[in-house]
């Protein structure tokens, strides 16, 4: 399947459609598709990187005359560097002249709109549109806008009724590095030890030398700045020569190593824009100021939330603003440890999951690993047609070796303890337990419940790892018996409570990752059952031992007991009803 996806980058547009872009690119490309670019060659372009990514691109001329006598059609049309129908035209050459049918056309521009979009509609399969402003009618299929807005409807006019809308954070396109680090996250407190400064990839008006005056006026040896400038910075060179002037300070090019930045940091200045989003998956308290004016609401919007401060737009902030905004916090006349938990509840890390399931075009791979003797085998075909109706692939092994890369591994009616090199060939490695854990870990859950006399047993979805049943818990529910179930009937209730905990799962993802709780609280296990536990006592009755029979397998553990030298086999199956003979 082929994705093209029509983006630019200059010192004007800046780096954060591409980037944003890239991140999509990148998670389409580990499904096994075919993306490519259509990109212009403006000024300070980062068609270069892209190219870098290991991604096409089909670069457009730019001829700054043309350029620069665009007719505005909307705020934004002399950010394209032509006409909007020469762009068409030469974006249609190249799907022409490829001949490839192409699945989805990805557009990020704010420069085109409906026109644009209704003459590319014969060459491709399905429009995606991703905006923030929502100031212009668009002709496509799925529209993601991942800014904060308290106008969910804002769209409702600008797009048709079959139009899918994906709006707000939680659909913010964030890189795979950032779902890594927010694992891994620090305790933040209110000291500030470390300052992250970084102002966009272009920067066209320096604010950062802006901020570099501040800190040195603020003359706080006792805190490390790193700044940070985007390769296509006109002005890095200054900043580097400003830089080597202050011991504390220390300057990133070619960053990729964001968040790592971020996590070290406690507290951030920074733009407006897809940056915001980074820091507040990462709880990174923020000053922001907004360099271009579509960042302004978003920015508002994200400080009324309390999850960084605004100074205002960069025109309008100065060097003295900026000293007194760094002081306050360094006082503590704000929060940085409730600002940091704001930022988290606005954003999971897990958009780009959420847009690519919306795309519709990459099913998950799915592995589901048991022992090639469970009982649990007779239910698992059921599972498997469940997942490939959802359009799923789906392996069915019964040795850890043959479990493959993907992104869940389930492993049901598993005794084997699996090492890390296998559990790392997945995103997800999950296990189905018969427990409320951590109470009731290690073998046979339901069966050592059962003997204590429960009717109310609860199984739990959790995170393998390489402790036993010792991972993130992700769904909890309970089982109900009536009492008088026996093995067969036991089995069944559980494997058809653990197939729906399994598609649950699957369904809800990523959105069920940001619920997983950590297990708490003392652990307690249950040992392994051997055939000698189905001995029974001969002098109890079967009353007091009816739950013993309940969960005996008549053909590999039946039940039995020993007298005068002889052992003897019993063999236990329900009847509907007694049938009762006349006297």
């Given amino acids: 399947m082929k994705i093209f996806i029509r983006t630019d980058s200059s010192y004007e547009i800046g780096s954060g459609h591409v980037m ?49 006598n665009v007719t505005n059609v909307n705020n934004h049309s002399h950010w394209l560097g032509t006409t909007w129908q020469n762009d068409v035209f030469e974006t249609v050459n190249i799907l022409s002249n490829e001949k490839l049918v192409v699945n989805w056309f990805i557009i990020d521009h704010y420069s085109l709109d409906q026109n644009w979009e209704k003459e590319l509609r014969p060459y491709v399969k399905k429009i995606m549109v991703i905006d923030d402003l929502a100031d212009r009618p668009h002709d496509c299929d799925l529209l993601l806008d991942q800014n904060l807005c308290k106008n969910a409807n804002k769209y409702r006019q600008l797009v048709s009724e079959n139009c899918i809308t994906l709006i707000g954070p939680r659909y913010a396109l964030l890189r795979p590095e950032f779902i890594t680090a927010r694992q891994n996250l620090r305790n933040r407190d209110d000291n500030i030890k470390r300052v992250l400064v970084f102002l966009g990839g272009s920067d066209p008006t320096n604010e950062t030398k802006k901020v570099l005056d501040a800190i040195i006026q603020l003359n706080q040896s006792n805190i490390q ?27 990133h090019t070619h960053v990729n190593n964001m968040a790592e930045l971020m996590v070290n940091a406690d507290l951030a200045i920074g733009a407006g824009g897809s940056t915001t989003w980074e820091r507040s998956c990462l709880g990174l308290p923020s000053i922001v100021l907004s360099i271009a004016q579509n960042q302004e609401q978003l920015t508002t919007s994200v400080a009324d939330y309390g999850a960084l401060t605004y100074l205002g737009r960069a025109e309008e902030v100065n060097t003295e603003i900026i000293v007194r905004a760094v002081k306050e916090h ?86 084997q303890l699996v090492p890390m090199s296998i559990l790392s060939k997945n995103r997800h490695n999950l296990v189905v337990h018969e427990s409320d854990l951590p109470n009731g870990k290690g073998w046979s859950p339901l069966t050592w419940q059962i003997l204590e006399g429960k009717n ?37 209730i559980q494997a058809e409570t653990t197939i729906k905990m399994c598609l649950e799962f699957v369904d809800r993802y990523p959105d069920i990752i940001q619920y997983g709780v950590k297990q708490q609280g003392e652990s307690t296990y249950y040992p392994r059952r051997t055939p000698k536990d189905s001995r029974l006592d001969v002098n109890k009755t079967i009353q007091e031992q009816f739950n013993l029979l309940r969960v005996v397998d008549n053909e590999n553990y039946p039940a039995f007991f020993d007298i005068n030298g002889y052992r003897y086999i019993l063999k236990i199956e329900r009847r509907l009803e007694i049938e009762e003979k006349p006297k």
């Fill in 330 to 415: 360094i006082q503590g006349s704000k929060s940085l440890t409730e600002m940091s938990e704001k930022g988290k509840q606005l954003v999971d890390g897990f958009g780009v999951e959420r847009v690519v399931n919306a795309i519709n075009i990459s099913p998950f791979k799915i592995t589901i690993l048991s022992d090639a003797k469970s009982w649990i085998n007779l239910y698992i075909p059921l599972l498997v047609i469940k997942y490939q109706e959802k359009g799923h692939s789906i392996k069915w092994v019964h040795m850890p070796e043959d479990i493959s890369e993907g992104d869940f591994a389930f492993y049901l009616g598993c005794s």
């Fill in 456 to 492: 109310e047993i609860p199984i739990t979805l959790f995170e393998a790892g390489e402790k036993v049943d010792s991972g993130v818990v992700y769904l909890k529910d309970v089982m109900k018996f009536q009492g008088l179930e026996l093995v067969d009937d036991l089995r069944k």
């Fill in 20 to 68: 944003r872009c890239l991140t999509l690119a990148e998670a389409l490309w580990k499904k096994g598709f075919d993306v490519r670019f259509i990109c212009r060659e403006l000024p300070g372009n980062l068609n270069n990187f892209i190219e870098n990514k290991g991604f096409k691109v089909y670069r457009l001329p730019y001829n700054k005359e043309q350029g620069s």
């Fill in 225 to 251: 700045f790193d700044i940070v400038v985007g390769q296509s910075n006109p002005h890095k060179y200054q900043i580097r020569d400003l830089c080597m002037l202050e011991p504390n300070i220390t300057l």
